[in-house]
């Protein structure tokens, strides 16, 4: 099951990041590059940060997959960011 | 004990300069009026200034020529470009000891290629052995210096002529897109050239080890493809984000068989790729400001130039850090594949 926190928080991030986008318009299974403005620029501080909450998980699987179209979704990493934290196994 | 040294390294330009506020003047209303903040986004580049092969006000003013006109250009222009580097590493040097020269560009074609006119220019051996390196990318110097150091390590005598020259301004579109704005504004036109030959340690730039790391999954995030009227490059904006993670991984494999850290180097040699990704990797390596500024100088004055990218940077250390003998430096560079380049040398 999804951790809803964790949506909740990549929702909040996304926010940071771009303020041209209105919360409504944030759904988690919405393109982070193609729905939800996070251009090259916008995407680095937006991992940037969940890294720092993140710490040490290797995001490169997520990266790859998530750089085919439609795959980079709030949704998608927060399964990813689950799974690789063991707190969903 | 004597191992493959750059001796000589010089770089040269084309004559055309246009500053990133006069680019964006010229095509803000021309070909990115619907992209938003697009000025913000040429300058978040950090891009100042470039040289071009060509003036874009000029030769993209009410059209986009066919690549058959491109192609035109760059067959006198990567000459024109790179005769004034190659003249600089030449002179003075014993032209016929270099036994073997071997070019990288990936912004043209045309046959012979245009290593062939370059040493029947200068004259070089009948008997040269020569090798040209094609459509690689931005980390295509280092495929140069790779050969260099095999030709060393097979005729130990006989000196390495090499050179990167690129023309990226001959592919610029009209494309109305963040994607092609952001590349509009970070390429640049540059040939470097260096002689390379077996020397004992102070004699120049050691080159000591090198390591390449290939991505394979991600073959289809960066892309350089010929269109009918230019090359087309696309990146996804996951790139850079996926070498940060690999680059610290990547650097302990290069630098533990000499049984060295990261923190035993004082130089490095960064190939500018892009702001975001040459902060990523100095965030991975904990580098500083200072250890980064090299790569944002070129960056900012030559823009990213493609292959000889690096050797501009190295060029940059030399002249500005003036690295103490026994240093220590690394070269990187990264492009399509997606590939990770790396040499470790010694000053």
Same mark, same amino acid.
């Given at each position: 099951?999804i951790?809803?926190?964790?949506?909740?928080?990549l929702?909040?991030?996304?926010?940071?990041?771009n303020?041209?986008?209105s919360?409504?318009?944030?759904?988690?299974?919405?393109?982070?590059?193609?729905?939800?403005g996070l251009?090259?620029?916008?995407?680095?501080?937006?991992?940037s940060?969940?890294?720092?909450?993140?710490?040490?998980?290797?995001?490169?699987?997520?990266f790859?997959?998530?750089a085919?179209?439609?795959?980079?979704?709030?949704r998608?990493l927060?399964?990813?960011?689950?799974?690789a934290?063991g707190?969903?196994? | 004990?004597?191992?493959?040294t750059?001796t000589?390294?010089?770089?040269?330009?084309?004559?055309?300069v246009?500053?990133?506020d006069?680019?964006?003047?010229?095509?803000?209303?021309?070909?990115?009026?619907?992209?938003p903040?697009?000025?913000?986004?040429?300058?978040?580049?950090?891009?100042?200034?470039?040289?071009?092969?060509?003036d874009?006000?000029?030769?993209?003013?009410?059209?986009?020529?066919?690549?058959q006109?491109?192609?035109?250009v760059?067959?006198?222009?990567?000459?024109?470009m790179?005769?004034?580097?190659?003249?600089?590493?030449l002179?003075?040097?014993?032209?016929?000891?270099? /036994?073997?020269f071997?070019?990288? &560009?990936? *912004?043209g074609?045309?046959?012979? !290629?245009? $290593? +062939? #006119?370059i040493?029947k220019?200068?004259?070089?051996?009948?008997?040269?052995?020569?090798?040209?390196?094609?459509?690689?990318?931005?980390?295509?110097?280092?495929?140069?210096?790779?050969?260099?150091?095999?030709?060393l390590?097979a005729?130990?005598?006989?000196?390495?002529?090499a050179?990167?020259?690129?023309?990226?301004s001959?592919?610029?579109?009209?494309?109305?897109?963040r994607?092609?704005?952001?590349?509009?504004?970070?390429?640049g036109?540059?040939?470097?050239?260096?002689?390379?030959?077996?020397?004992?340690s102070?004699? /120049?730039?050691?080159?000591?080890r &090198?390591? *390449?790391?290939?991505l394979?999954? !991600?073959? $289809? +995030? #960066?892309?350089?493809?010929?269109l009918?009227?230019?090359?087309?490059?696309t990146?996804?904006?996951?790139?850079p984000?996926?070498?940060?993670?690999q680059?610290?991984g990547?650097?302990?494999?290069?630098?533990a068989?000499?049984?060295?850290?990261?923190?035993?180097?004082r130089?490095?040699?960064?190939?500018?790729?892009g702001?975001?990704?040459?902060?990523?990797?100095?965030t991975?390596?904990?580098?500083t400001e200072?250890d980064?500024e090299?790569t944002f100088?070129?960056?900012?004055e030559?823009?990213?130039?493609?292959?000889?990218?690096?050797?501009l940077?190295?060029?940059?250390v030399?002249?500005?850090?003036?690295?103490?003998p026994?240093?220590?430096?690394v070269m990187?560079?990264?492009g399509?594949g997606l590939?990770?380049?790396?040499?470790?040398?010694r000053?």
């Open positions: 099951m951790d809803r926190e964790v949506i909740d928080y929702k909040s991030v996304v926010l940071e990041v303020d041209d986008i919360p409504q318009d944030i759904q988690e299974d919405r393109s982070l590059v193609g729905d939800l251009d090259s620029l916008r995407l680095a501080e937006f991992v940060r969940v890294k720092g909450k993140y710490g040490d998980i290797d995001l490169t699987d997520w790859v997959a998530a085919r179209e439609g795959s980079d979704t709030i998608d927060a399964l990813f960011l689950q799974n934290s707190s969903n196994p | 004990m004597h191992r493959p750059i000589k390294l010089k770089s040269s330009f084309p004559k055309h246009l500053t990133q006069e680019f964006c003047d010229a095509f803000h209303h021309k070909w990115y009026s619907d992209v903040n697009v000025r913000e986004l040429m300058k978040q580049t950090r891009v100042e200034k470039r040289h071009m092969a060509w874009p006000r000029e030769a993209l003013a009410t059209r986009s020529p066919e690549i006109e491109r192609m035109a760059y067959k006198t222009a990567v000459l024109d790179a005769r004034p580097s190659i003249a600089g590493v002179e003075g040097a014993p032209v016929s000891d270099v /036994g073997s071997v070019m990288a &560009s990936c *912004t074609y045309f046959g012979p !290629t245009p $290593d +062939l #006119m040493a220019e200068f004259q070089l051996r009948a008997d040269l052995r020569r090798t040209f390196i094609g459509h690689m990318g931005c980390f295509a110097a280092f495929n140069v210096l790779k050969v260099a150091m095999d030709a390590a005729r130990p005598g006989e000196p390495v002529l050179n990167c020259s690129e023309t990226c001959l592919h610029f579109r009209p494309e109305r897109t994607e092609q704005a952001i590349i509009h504004a970070l390429f036109d540059a040939s470097v050239s260096a002689l390379i030959s077996n020397e004992e102070g004699a /120049g730039v050691q080159l000591i &090198s390591r *390449t790391e290939q394979y999954d !991600t073959h $289809d +995030l #960066m892309t350089w493809d010929i009918a009227d230019g090359f087309y490059m990146l996804s904006p996951f790139v984000l996926i070498i940060a993670e680059i610290r990547f650097m302990e494999r290069l630098l068989p000499e049984k060295l850290a990261v923190s035993d180097i130089h490095w040699i960064i190939h500018p790729g702001p975001k990704i040459v902060r990523s990797i100095a991975q390596l904990r580098l200072d980064v090299p100088r070129v960056l900012r030559r823009g990213n130039c493609s292959s000889g990218t690096v050797l940077v190295l060029e940059d030399l002249q500005n850090r003036k690295p103490e026994g240093d220590y430096g990187m560079a990264f399509p590939t990770m380049e790396s040499i470790l040398v000053f």
